[in-house]
């Protein structure tokens, strides 16, 4: 008999949970509720949320709207979108992670200090992503984005560097930054480095090897355009090349299951435990009825 196993330590993370959990409460009102953005990165979840009544908008539409009620989703947003609510009558639901606003606290913060030098305030993260829009937006769209190793290079190393990272990269790769920063950084310029990374998301990526290493078949469960799903599958592919990504039942290859023992499903701090449980249920029903 082939087992089927939902990895316990997979599924939202606390800010996910409370930002739902938010959603859910204001739309049992029975009142119009808008959610600026995917309320999280994946599309099943956003699905179910819509069925409830959730309306999504985006910022131009946000831009346009008047005396309604609006739900700030877990990334965060930046002082912007703040100054639009309060000149449009908008009652703002903040669903802010604590993790991601004592971020913003504190980067806003130190673009509020003033140094003898120019100094550059450097967030290594993902371009474009929702959280990183409103961590550059706590220094007026002054902030340099750096996705990777090679983009820390064109940092100017004369000059004062004060380096975070959005809350879910990999700690590894933050490491590796802070490094060669400190071996090129001139010896008149000053360098400090602040590990924002979430633990709760960190701490995943040691027990999803250890999971994956432990079936011989894995389906990670993430949307598409999840930065924490595609992190978290690469760390699976490392430890265990039979895995794959999907986002519903339906993508999965019944040919797969053949000639294995164990099949392993987990996801993203965006993937809801119910879906994975959907998938556990398909899987199960090829297995019983083949």
């Keep these: 008999m082939i087992k089927v196993e939902i990895d316990k330590g997979s599924g939202f993370c606390f800010g996910v949970v409370t930002a739902i959990k938010k959603a859910e409460e204001e739309l049992a009102k029975g009142e119009t509720l808008y959610c600026l953005g995917d309320i999280v990165h994946n599309s099943k979840e956003v699905e179910r949320l819509k ?3 959730l309306i999504t908008i985006n910022h131009d539409e946000f831009k346009e709207l008047h005396n309604a009620k609006v739900l700030l989703r877990a990334h965060g947003e930046p002082p912007e979108t703040y100054d639009i609510a ?6 703002i639901i903040d669903a802010t992670c604590p993790v991601v606003l004592k971020l913003q606290q504190r980067i806003k913060q130190q673009y509020g200090i003033h140094e003898n030098t120019d100094k550059q305030i450097v967030i290594y993260g993902k371009n474009g992503h929702a959280e990183v829009l409103g961590l550059v937006g706590q220094t007026s769209g002054e902030a340099i984005v750096i996705e990777n190793l090679e983009e820390v290079k064109k940092l100017d190393f004369s000059k004062n560097i004060r380096l975070y990272s959005q ?6 790769g933050f490491k590796e930054i802070v490094e060669y920063i400190k071996e090129h950084i001139s010896h008149e310029a000053s360098f ?5 990374i979430c ?7 040691p027990h999803i090897r250890t999971f994956a290493a432990s079936h011989d078949l894995i389906f990670f469960v993430s949307g598409k355009k999840s930065s924490n799903g595609k992190v978290l599958f690469n760390e699976c592919c490392k430890v265990n090349p039979n ?7 339906d993508e999965i290859n019944p040919r797969l299951l053949q000639g294995v023992s164990t099949i392993g ?13 959907e998938i556990q249920k398909y899987i199960e029903n090829i297995i019983y009825n083949s």
């Design 51 to 53: 069925d409830m009544g």
């Design 86 to 91: 309060k000149d449009n009558n908008i009652e």
């Design 167 to 172: 809350t879910t990269k990999s700690l590894d």
């Design 192 to 196: 400090e480095f602040y590990d924002s």
């Design 199 to 205: 633990r709760q998301v960190a701490n995943r990526m």
């Design 243 to 249: 895995s794959f990504l999907i986002d519903s039942p």
């Design 265 to 277: 499903i987990c996801g993203a701090t965006s993937t809801p435990k119910w879906l994975m449980e």
